[in-house]
T-cell receptor, first 115, second 114 residues
Framework: EAGVAQSPRYKIIEKRQSVAFWCNPI?????LYWYQQILGQGPKLLIQ????????DSQLPKDRFSAERLKGVDSTLKIQPAKLEDSAVYLC?????????????FGPGTRLTVL | GDSVTQMEGPVTLSEEACLTI???????????LFWYVQYPGEGLQLLLK?????DKGSNKGFEATYRKETTSFHLEKGSVQVSDSAVYFC?????????????FGPGTRLSVLP
């Protein structure tokens, strides 16, 4: 079974530029999550999708961040415009369904550096 | 709000030493508890979990028991190996009316020396 795929693996941009990250979850997984992991901290949940609908985006900075999951499979996370404090690793995870007992499978992450 | 507190690292041990990484939590509901591990250069992966009080999760020689009375989920291993060197994250998941809240601790870096 293929794991969660993410691209790019690394991205360096200047502040005020835009950037997009892509995630392909494990086949058949209905729930998809985006996390932000700042260096030295644990992952912070940004947004959760169930199929192609948003379940929870309460921690997503909506003035600059947006995410979509068209057709309930792949997802993209965009930052526009980026700030210095957005430098972090962006993790995508998926699980078969939503629910507190379900294991989340994580991708390798995209490391973003904002200069 | 929901939160997870872990002992600060880094933790450095010699091979075959005993390991305990403390984890305590605060949750608005009845959480499931997890330990995730991140090996150097790899993504996060589930190590073990427990879904109700007094459950013991175990995997690869690691164990953790869900203690509701002390709101704790400490990770233990009797004899660590060099290959256990990694960052360990304690996490909780709480069911909400509209989905689930998933909260990670800050992580504890473990280095095991030969």
């Amino acid at each position: 079974e293929a794991g969660v795929a993410q691209s790019p693996r690394y991205k360096i941009i200047e502040k005020r530029q835009s950037v997009a990250f892509w995630c392909n979850p494990i086949s058949g997984h209905a729930t998809l999550y985006w996390y932000q992991q700042i260096l030295g901290q644990g992952p912070k949940l940004l947004i959760q999708f169930q199929n192609n609908g948003v379940v929870d985006d309460s921690q997503l900075p909506k003035d600059r961040f947006s995410a979509e999951r068209l057709k309930g499979v792949d997802s993209t996370l965009k930052i526009q415009p980026a700030k210095l404090e957005d430098s972090a690793v962006y993790l995508c995870a998926s699980s078969r369904t939503s629910g507190p007992h379900n294991e989340q499978f994580f991708g390798p992450g995209t490391r973003l550096t904002v200069l | 709000g929901d939160s997870v507190t872990q002992m600060e690292g880094p933790v450095t041990l010699s091979e075959e030493a005993c390991l305990t990484i403390n984890c305590t939590y605060t949750a608005t509901g009845y959480p499931s508890l997890f330990w995730y591990v991140q090996y150097p250069g790899e993504g996060l992966q589930l190590l073990l979990k427990a879904t109700k009080a007094d459950d013991k999760g175990s995997n690869k020689g690691f164990e953790a028991t869900y203690r509701k009375e002390t709101t704790s989920f400490h990770l233990e291993k009797g004899s660590v190996q060099v290959s256990d060197s990694a960052v360990y994250f304690c996490a909780l998941s709480v069911l909400l009316s509209y989905g689930q809240n998933f909260v990670f601790g800050p992580g504890t870096r473990l280095s095991v020396l030969p």
